[in-house]
Each structure stands twice: as C-alpha cells, then as structure tokens.
C-alpha cells in the first residue's frame, strides 16, 4: 500500500515512531517525519523535520505533498504529571490534533491515521471501542482522556462535513519498547521500572502488592497494527492491545530475572495500587487481521537490552516539561 507513497510520521523519533517508520521504509515509502526530539533518534532514511506542531504553519509545511500521515505526535507522561501539570498535557495534545487534520485536508492528503489513546475509556474490567461515548475518562486520565477524545470527534466531524472517509482511530493499550520516555519524574511503570531496576537501586521498592492487571503491547506490534488498520480502512476506532492480562507482579518477575545481579524486592502496600484490572477488547482488531506477535518476556528483554546500549543518551529525547519549544 505504501510503496513510493510520501508518507509523512509525526512523533516519528518516538516509541512506536521509530518502528513504524522502519517498516513503512522498509515497503518503500517515501518517509518524513515531524519531530522535536534531537536529528540522532530519526531512521537515517527518512527526511527529517525539527518542528514544532503547535505551529499551523508548521504543519501546513510537513504536509505539503504528502499522500499519507500517521499523526503519533503526543505527549508522553506519568498519570501523576499528568495530576501535576494538567495543561501540559491538555494544550499541546489537542492543538497537535486540530492543527494537523486541518493541515493535511488543506493539503488534499489521501489517508489519515489519527493515534487515541487508552486514556479515553472510563474504569472497566475490559475496554470495548463502543463504549467510550457512553461514559467519562476515568479521573486519573481526564486532561489527557479529553483531549484526545476531542481529535477522535474532529475526526467524525471531517466525515460527516467534507466526506473524507479514510481517516482511521487507534487507541493503543499500555505501549512499551525501545525509544521509550525512561525520565524518572514522568515515565510510565515498565520504563520506570527498568530504569530503576537497572541503575541500581537496591532494594527495589514497587508500589502497591503487584496484583494489579494490564494490558501492555510492545511499541512494534502497535506499529504492525497501525498498517493493518490504514490498509482495511474499518471506519471506526480500532483498540491495540494485546487483550491479555499481565499483572505488575509478573512485570517485576520478568525485570529481575534478567538482571545479573538481583535486587531485594519490596512491595509497599500502603501506597495505591491502582485499578485491580484493565484490559482491552482486542475482537475487532483481530477480524481486521491483527495480533501482537511479541511476548511480554520478549520485549522487556530486548528494552532493557536497549536501555543499558542507550543509557545516557534520554536527553536525546524532546521533554516537554523542561525544554523551550522551538517555533
């Protein structure tokens, strides 16, 4: 589908950016991407941008002469940066989404994929896609849960009133990987674990009693999913997760046990633990032809395998909370 197509990845430095432009290079896409990370995490076949999307006339500039985009441009932080630092999360994430639909239709791009997120769901022991405008973004996630529930109605909004019909939601699960935010004042539990795991610390002291069950997803598989989902064109959100449960017990297990030497563990039960259980309905994505094929053993190990080759060179990566942003 995407051979000698120009496809533009915004967020394509990123977690699952970086695979996704990997495999669209590797159909013989014509790659650019739009980022604020440093040059050094962009696929060195692609054409990058050092932009920032906040900016109209920014996005106006990387779609021009664009066939396809693949809109991951986000910001990635813990649900308690979230709590600290609410419009942070909430200004950027929606000025991405409007700026960049509006962009690309101006410039007559053919296809769109816009990336939701799981933060749009309330509380549930399972997430199914129809359920989300029935009910309100869990408290933990309103900003961020709002804000991209706002990109998925602009996209409705575009259907209904300039017919355009290939644009395509997808709200991927818990996602991990290489390229991944290891910041320790913001990332999410498997980086922040591993980051911590693997710097040392001793004993290793985890919130909770581990009981707690998610739905993780490696940043590939998700990657792999995105081109199913452009391919079939369902029309409708498409949950990505793997749709098995993990529980953060088994996350730790795995950590440890590929360390040389192994930390003391300690669970602190008198800090939260979080929802016992939140999983994603993966059926539709399944009868479009899409499964994760990478174990959660697999791709913890091949992340921290990546973090200790990569350690120090995080500041590579764009932060929101720190960084001037370039116009």
């Known amino acids: 589908m995407f051979t000698n197509q120009k496809v533009l ?18 159909q013989g896409a014509d790659v650019r991407i739009a980022s604020l990370d440093d040059p050094s995490r962009a696929h060195p076949k692609a054409e990058f941008c050092r932009v920032n999307l906040m900016n109209f006339n920014n996005c106006l500039e990387v779609c021009n002469g ?32 409007v700026n960049m639909m509006e962009a690309a239709r101006q410039c007559k791009v053919s296809n769109y994929l816009f990336t939701s997120s799981v933060g ?9 896609e129809e359920d989300v405008w029935k009910t309100f973004p869990s408290e933990n996630d309103r900003f961020a849960g709002w804000a991209k529930r706002m990109g998925e109605l ?44 693997l710097d040392g610390e ?15 997803i490696h940043a590939r598989d998700v990657a792999k999913g995105m081109l199913v989902v452009m391919e079939k064109n369902p029309g409708k959100p498409v949950n990505l997760g793997s749709g098995v ?25 008198t800090k939260p633990s979080g929802d016992k259980k939140r999983l994603m309905d993966t059926s539709f994505a399944k009868s479009l032809g899409f499964a994760p094929t990478i174990s959660i053993e697999e791709g913890i190990f091949e992340t921290m395998r990546w973090y200790k080759e990569n350690k120090g060179g995080e500041d590579k990566r764009y932060n929101v909370f720190t960084e001037r942003k370039f116009v």
């Open 9 to 26: 990845v915004t967020g394509g430095t990123g977690l699952i950016g970086r695979p996704l432009v990997k495999l669209l290079i590797e």
């Open 66 to 97: 664009i066939d396809t985009v693949f809109n991951l441009v986000g910001i990635k932080g813990s649900p308690a940066m979230t709590a600290k630092k609410p419009a942070s999360f909430f200004v950027p994430t929606i000025t991405f989404s």
């Open 120 to 128: 749009v769901y309330a509380p549930a022991e399972v997430f199914c």
């Open 154 to 197: 602009q996209a409705d909004a575009y259907r209904i009133e300039y017919g355009w019909n290939n644009v395509n939601i997808v709200r991927p699960a818990n996602v991990y990987g290489a390229y991944d935010n290891f910041d320790p004042n913001n990332a999410m539990v498997i980086p922040s674990l591993i980051k911590r795991a």
């Open 202 to 216: 001793n004993p290793f002291t985890v919130w909770g009693d581990g009981s707690p069950v998610r739905d993780f």
């Open 245 to 269: 449960g993990v529980t953060i017990r088994e996350i730790v297990d795995v950590i440890v046990g590929n360390m040389e030497v192994k930390p003391e563990v300690i669970w602190d039960t």
